[in-house]
């Protein structure tokens, strides 16, 4: 149904495509115009959109997992009762990703796999803990905007059925920021004790924030291609100074101080200078040696073994009860 399986497989070497059918493809983007499952596409570009969603879905999956660990402990049941409608949604967001990127003919067992064994990423900030309420706070308020910069950006990029989905996760994550930016709020005008407590989360989340816009441009190997093809609408470097712009007078409106004593807006260019925020960090974090990476997946494998036999009996019911139309 979704052409040669075999596609998914790293590639070693480029595919030749034929020169007058990638004219076509490449001049139908530049149109502006979408990309649906089964129209013709380069193998590179199904290859770069599987890798993409694959993560992309990974990190909506983990990334329920560090909020998560707060519904327990919320402080009272109206946060409680918002926390866990958060969380949900973030699983659901992976469930839409995960059928986007279906399309492109790589089964979910299989990219399911790919996250347990550690060979597909996932976003770098979900290997950091929460070590308390404030950093659920500022996961919800500035992980959110990150990922709603990132999310409404490429929403207008060429493949349709991740835009789609891009465009109805951002409905939600919009919702998650509100309700974030409530909880830093009540925590940044409360008790001396909140202050500090909402500072010091806001110090541990700053530098995994930095690096989850990806490395800065000269540094990253798919932009690139991913820009000529309008999957990825804007650069890491460009989405990252979004964030400045957007943020950091809204941070610093609220009396938090942010980490980095290099940062400051340069008034020719309107562009944000930073100090350096340890990229060989990120590095050790996105290939696995995180604080909490291995937590992370053996969570998840967990909670896949736990679920084979719900995954049986559906496809036992459903060849059972399902009557195919005619
Ligand atoms: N973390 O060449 P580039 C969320 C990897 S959703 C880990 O620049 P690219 C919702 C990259 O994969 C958050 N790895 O790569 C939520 C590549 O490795 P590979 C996720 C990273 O693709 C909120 C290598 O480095 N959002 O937060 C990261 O052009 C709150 C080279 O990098 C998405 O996935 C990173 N930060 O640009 C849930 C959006 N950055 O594959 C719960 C879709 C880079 O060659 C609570 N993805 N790498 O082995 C994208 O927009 C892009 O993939 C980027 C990276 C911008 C992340």
């Known amino acids: 149904m979704y052409g040669n399986l075999s596609i998914i497989e790293p590639l070693t070497d480029q595919v030749q495509e034929d020169p007058e059918r990638l004219a076509e493809f490449e001049a139908h983007i530049d149109r ?41 402990r919320a402080p009272g049941f109206k946060r409680k009762m918002a926390l866990m409608a958060k969380v949900q949604d973030e699983v659901g ?16 067992e299989q990219m399911i796999d790919d996250l347990i064994s550690g060979k597909s990423k996932y976003s770098n900030v979900f290997n950091y803990p929460a070590y308390t309420w404030a950093d659920t706070a500022i ?15 490429n929403s207008k990029g060429s493949y349709a059925p991740y835009c789609r989905a891009l465009e109805r996760i951002c409905m939600e994550e919009s919702f998650h920021l509100k309700y974030g930016y409530d909880n830093v709020v009540v925590l940044a005008t409360g008790t001396p004790t909140q202050r500090t407590m909402v500072q010091e ?106 679920g084979t036999w719900v995954r049986a009996a559906l496809k036992t019911a459903d060849q059972k009860y399902v009557t195919p139309l005619a």
């Open 32 to 72: 502006g115009e979408k990309i649906e499952p089964h129209d013709w596409m380069p193998t590179e570009y199904r290859r770069q959109l599987i890798r993409m969603i694959e993560q992309h879905a990974h990190s909506e999956i983990i990334g329920a997992l560090p909020e998560g660990t707060w519904i327990t």
């Open 93 to 108: 967001h992976a469930q839409l990703l995960y059928s986007a990127a279906e399309t492109l003919g790589k089964p979910r």
């Open 139 to 153: 996961i919800a308020w500035l992980i959110d905007a990150s990922a709603i910069i990132n999310q409404v950006t």
């Open 201 to 306: 989360a806001l110090n541990r989340w700053w530098r995994p924030i930095m690096h989850f816009f990806g490395p800065p441009d000269k540094a990253s190997i798919h932009t690139e291609k991913l820009v000529k093809w309008k999957v990825k609408m804007a650069t890491n470097d460009e989405m990252r100074q979004q964030f400045f712009n957007q943020y950091v007078p809204k941070i610093l409106e609220l009396g938090l101080t942010i980490p980095d004593s290099e940062l400051r807006k340069d008034p020719a260019t309107g562009l944000w200078d930073f100090g350096d925020p340890d990229w060989d960090e990120f590095k050790r974090v996105i290939n696995g040696d995180g604080p909490c990476n291995k937590e992370r997946l053996a969570v998840r494998k967990t909670a896949e073994e736990r």
